[in-house]
């Protein structure tokens, strides 16, 4: 299996502030048609995940444009580039590129 | 746009469990979809998806023989009946919309597993 490593594993960040995650996958997501299959969700403290980011860097409606999505081949990136308080949660990364799809271990969130 | 889980609790250790998932607001029968679990604390593991029509599906080893996937596109329903369930398998189960190579962009609630004696 495709094994994804995310860090840090938690992430304290003053609110304004930027905020970075890592996540690393053990073999290229580059697919045969040319796509990377490489997917950000968050998941909020209680609730249910929710996908911010599809195809390493395409934000979905309704995210806000604070958070982005960049990288290639084995290294990926989520940024956010100013914290704010209702993004206190778990980001989780995701390639889809092979069976089984496999999440990074995810990275911790939290406000300073 | 909605999926809503159903059928969650308590089950002894090799006992079986079937889980529901109802679709509404999008059209059901032209999607890819899934479950995935989460286990208390923990982060998210992928554990079966099936294709539109119902004719595929893929499992993750760890449920392989075990649980099986199926939906009835009449009814917008999707399945999972889970058998020889073990401490391991104790999650919340979430099913989701697969639009494409996985990326889940609806998701559902979640329902709870626990097995346990």
């Known amino acids: 299996d495709v094994v994804m490593t995310q860090s840090p594993l938690s992430l304290p960040v003053t609110l304004g502030q930027p905020a970075s995650i890592s996540c690393r996958s053990s073999?290229?997501?580059?697919?045969?048609?040319?796509?990377?299959?490489l997917t950000w969700f968050q998941q909020r403290p209680g609730q249910s995940p929710r996908r911010l980011i599809y195809e390493v860097s395409n934000r979905d409606s309704g995210v806000p444009d604070r958070f982005s999505g960049s990288g290639s081949d084995t290294d990926f990136t989520l940024k956010i580039s100013r914290v704010e308080a209702e993004d206190v949660g778990v980001y989780y990364c995701m390639q889809g590129v092979r069976w089984p799809p496999t999440f990074g271990g995810g990275t911790k969130v939290e406000i300073k | 746009v909605q999926l809503v889980e159903s059928g969650g609790g308590l089950v002894q250790p090799g006992g079986s469990l079937r889980l529901s998932c109802a679709a509404s607001?999008?059209?059901?029968?032209?999607?890819?979809v899934g479950w995935v679990r989460q286990a208390p604390g923990k982060g998210l593991e992928w554990v079966a998806h099936?294709?539109?029509?119902?004719?595929?599906?893929d499992y993750v080893d760890s449920v392989k023989g075990r649980f099986t996937i199926s939906r009835d596109n009449a009814k917008n329903a999707l399945y999972l009946q889970m058998s020889n369930l073990r401490a391991e398998d104790t999650a919340v189960y979430y099913c989701?919309?697969?639009?494409?190579?996985?990326?889940?962009?609806?998701w559902g609630q979640g329902t709870m597993v626990t097995v346990s004696s």
């Open positions: 607001g999008f059209s059901f029968s032209s999607h890819w």
């Open positions: 073999q290229s997501l580059v697919h045969s048609d040319g796509n990377i299959y």
């Open positions: 099936m294709n539109p029509d119902g004719s595929g599906e």
């Open positions: 989701g919309r697969d639009p494409h190579f996985r990326a889940i962009d609806v």
